[in-house]
């Protein structure tokens, strides 16, 4: 008993917090691409901030509910309806057995939305997590992005949560056609001259049609050179790291990434900035900012504390 797929959208799949302490034998993480709108959904279902959603690109599924239970969706505003009529986003609300929940494509800005359920799906855990890896057909429902017919199951639905009336938020403003990411540079930022870095930092790019939930990848009008031949001895790559091919042409890792990687990394995007990328389209142009460690440290910390604070406003649902 849960919901059932009558229609799953462009590409609808099951993502909760990530897949950690695998990297090592080469398996990504995966999770949400924005952690910030799939945090808020679910704090406002009333489960813990790890729980599994459904993460929705660019147009969300029509899904109907077998069971009576309580939803939150955050996120890019995909005109979410309840037997037809709107229903508000970054609210709770209570669905019915019977109801019928669908979604439109992304209007306005951002690109992905996040639909929690309270007491979370019953999917079963791959590697301690049921985060969707399609690439390698691990996690969420049979490894891939739903179908029509899925059926997933509520682990333990509700029919009321803690403060319900005041399971409210502003909705999320994400930015349209030009967004500034912070960076700090390095680990192999000395593999490019200091007038390089310069140009990195002075002159935006544009994230092309080949972005997805690997990585953005940039086109700048003058590629950036390196000292050498832009190949390293292969290491980790964090989420946010902006690689830099020998072509001159930037990716942005993100949440699918691959574990390691042989070319240069000139910088990495802070945690906190990730989100307004990942609600990002192609034809977006970016531009950077560079910070220091501390203060993207800080900023992180900052974050925490404000879902800590909204948790013990509203309490957990149980």
């Not at 691409?33 to 279902?45: H, R």
């Not at 333990?156 to 009336?165: D, G, H, I, V, Y």
């Not at 072509?247 to 949440?255: E, K, L, R, T």
Request: charged letters at 20%.
């Amino acid at each position: 008993m849960g919901i059932k797929v009558e229609n799953p959208g462009i590409l609808t799949t099951v993502q909760d917090e990530g897949r950690f302490g695998y990297q090592q034998f080469g398996v990504s993480p995966a999770g949400p691409m924005d952690t910030q709108s799939f945090y808020l959904a679910n704090i406002l279902a009333g489960n813990k901030r790890s729980e599994g959603v459904l993460e929705m690109t660019f147009s969300g599924p029509t899904l109907k509910f077998e069971e009576e239970n309580i939803i939150a969706i955050t996120g890019a505003d995909m005109s979410p309806c309840l037997n037809g009529e709107p229903v508000p986003m970054y609210q709770a609300a209570a669905v019915r057995a019977g109801d019928t929940l669908s979604f439109g494509m992304a209007g306005g800005s951002g690109s992905r939305g996040y639909l929690a359920f309270a007491g979370g799906l019953d999917v079963p855990l791959v590697m301690g997590s049921k985060s969707t890896l399609m690439r390698n057909g691990l996690g969420g429902v049979h490894g891939r992005k739903l179908q029509k017919g899925d059926v997933i199951g509520f682990v333990k639905p509700r029919t009321e949560l803690p403060n319900m009336s005041a399971r409210k938020l502003e909705p999320e403003i994400f930015p349209e056609k030009e967004l500034t990411l912070r960076v700090v540079a390095g680990p192999q930022d000395t593999d490019f001259t200091e007038e390089e870095l310069r140009r990195f930092f002075w002159y935006g790019a544009q994230i092309t049609n080949e972005s997805d939930r690997m990585g953005f990848r940039l086109q700048r009008e003058e590629p950036l050179k390196h000292i050498g031949d832009g190949n390293i001895i292969t290491d980790g790559i964090a989420f946010g790291s902006v690689q830099v091919p020998s072509n001159g042409q930037p990716i942005i890792m993100m949440a699918d990434r691959q574990s390691t990687g042989g070319y240069s990394k000139i910088g990495t995007v802070i945690s906190v900035d990730l989100p307004k990328l990942a609600q990002s389209v192609p034809g977006y142009r970016v531009r950077f900012v560079r910070i220091g460690i501390e203060l993207a440290q800080d900023l992180y910390i900052r974050r925490l504390q404000k879902l800590d604070n909204l948790e013990r406003h509203l309490g957990q649902g149980g």
